[in-house]
């Protein structure tokens, strides 16, 4: 698979559920937010950057399509990578696929600022980190 | 307040958290859960029908705005609405406000379907269902 | 009831439950920690002193029963005092009780000691400490 | 390592944390949960045993030290084992270790029954689910 995604997989398991037997609307947020890791562990030197103490990686948005409910025992792997890089905010677009068969559990879509942790204010993407940020950038669905 | 609005209160715990000291972003899909329950006491027999065994309120997309970190301490209150009825789906508009200066802390919209539990699909909004839907929806912006 | 018994309460939501539709065993600890927040917000002085950033209050041990299962739309009260002062270590006891019939959902004890920020260690609970907490000890059982 | 104990890892994520930094309390519950998820991937006849629909594994007790804070990036071993086989219940001994310097983070004991789902009690441990666990008992402490 293309380098600029990462990937992360995990087992449901019956705490990831609700009284439905499906997992929890809530609870794919946190398998998001285990691919954005995953992603991060694969690009040591953007993560450095990111979370250097100066700056914060904040999410502004989310947005999320739930397609097929996932159950007990499901393999799922989250695939994430940056999709779009705007002047003071960018993108991550995950998708959550359940293993046996490849459906599509869930796609969603996270925008996101680097925030000035002294300012308070989302900083321009520029120099060093828009130079991180701009050879992972891949624009066309993953679908 | 307008009775087609639900209103639910919370106060942020320690549990809320994540390592940054603020509340962590899918723990916000529990509080908007929470609102959407609270609604439900406030209808009961539209929770009535909803949950009658033969159809389940199934979340088919949600879009949630991070405006404010919430912190420890804070009081929350949580608006839910009924904004927009069509054919097959239908929205419920959510916002999270600090209750000390009623800053809006998140904005979200929940597009849900009706499924037929029987035939695993979704179900035209019609008849009795329309019936009690449509006097509860407010489609102007509560912001 | 008595001043030093320290009450909240929550109703049993769908986001609570595990695939068996009964609330999942992790969750009764968050329901736990709900309950101490509350017993701090009762006593803000303590709360004051065990958060004054140089101490920091820290779980060692839990020990908790489950008796019933909670399901959705139970309302719950959560019960908490304090139930034992030695010298380095002290108890909080807590009971979960359905509020319908009174039924003992959970009864929980926890261990926790004051630990010194700076030296990382667990300091004598002594002086104003001692004083804070010694009025507030109720040693019989609550069942 | 022997067979009698199965081992789940995982890596501490922002999501786990609270807002000390620390892994929160309650979180250790889902990891201890998915340690014995990991224990009847291992052990597959007596998971269909166990989860037949006639019998429910229905945790009673649990008793949790909490040794050392795990934080973000850590990666954690959680091993899981049955330690006791009495008449009507029956122990998991699980114990949570950094991977790095295999330091026990958390050590815990939950004690269990097989609820007779019909009858709604614990009912006796013998013939063949005696059988499938008594090999797997393994008394001596882990660590």
Redesign the interface.
Known sequence: MDSRISTSRL?V???H?????HV????Y??FL??GR?GYF?DHPALARRLMGGDL?F??????????EAAV?GDDLEIRTRLSALGGRSARMSQEIHRVRDDALVSAATLTFVMLDVVANQAMPIEAEIRGLLEPLVMEQALV
């Open positions: 087992r398991r019956g705490y559920l609700d009284g439905y037997g929890n609307n809530a609870r947020l946190e937010e285990e890791w562990d914060a904040v999410a502004v948005n989310l947005n999320i399509d739930y397609r007990a």
